[in-house]
């Protein structure tokens, strides 16, 4: 009698970066699951509804959207999909508005496959994880603030300038730079 072989979960991979998804996709593949690559927002949503995702791995800057629309999106197809926010450009107020909006996780680039199974999968906190004995550079504290604002006014370039009185083409310059490795 032949068993039928246990269905892989589906997992939609949101990425702007066509060559990571390329390098990512088969190895979550390896992983069993069954993935689906989208590179910008509308043709993520569109297979979301076609594909009905258990898990999302979600970079937080898609183009020129942002991955926390996407969390929200997929929360509300479905609130029980397992979501992870990726992102080179991690701070506080994106790690804290991905997991308010739904996400189980926040793990900054480079991961690889295996860390990014490993939060699909964690569902709750780590109470031991260490605690810095160090307080943020300025230049992070600079960064984190530029975040928080931006927040604060849904991500509008413009009104996060005005909010700051700094020029919004500075505004702009200092969140294209990556953000200083504590």
């Known amino acids: 009698m032949n068993e039928l072989p246990m269905d892989k979960p589906n997992l939609l991979l949101v990425d702007d970066d066509v ?6 996709k088969p190895a979550l593949e390896k ?3 069954q993935v689906t690559v989208a590179n910008d927002v509308d043709t993520a949503m569109k297979l979301a509804e076609q594909t009905e995702p258990e898990y999302a791995v979600i970079d937080l800057r898609i183009g020129f959207d942002s991955g926390l629309e996407m969390v929200k999106k997929l929360i509300s197809l479905d609130d029980n999909t ?3 926010m990726l992102t080179g450009f991690a701070s506080i107020a994106t790690a804290v508005e991905a997991i308010k909006l739904g996400a189980i996780h926040y793990l900054t680039k480079p991961a690889n496959a295996d860390e990014i199974v490993s939060a699909l999968y964690k569902n ?4 031991s994880v260490a605690i810095s004995d160090n307080p943020l550079s300025v230049k992070r504290l600079e960064w984190e603030h530029l975040q928080k604002v931006l927040m604060q006014h849904d991500g509008n370039i413009s009104a996060a300038a005005r909010a700051l009185n700094m020029h919004r083409r500075t505004l702009q310059r200092k969140l294209e730079k990556r953000p200083v490795k504590e």
Request: charged fraction near 20%; aromatic fraction near 12%; charge should be negative.
């Open 82 to 84: 397992q979501i992870v």
């Open 19 to 24: 060559t990571f998804c390329s390098v990512l």
């Open 31 to 33: 992983r069993n699951f």
């Open 124 to 127: 709750e906190g780590d109470a």
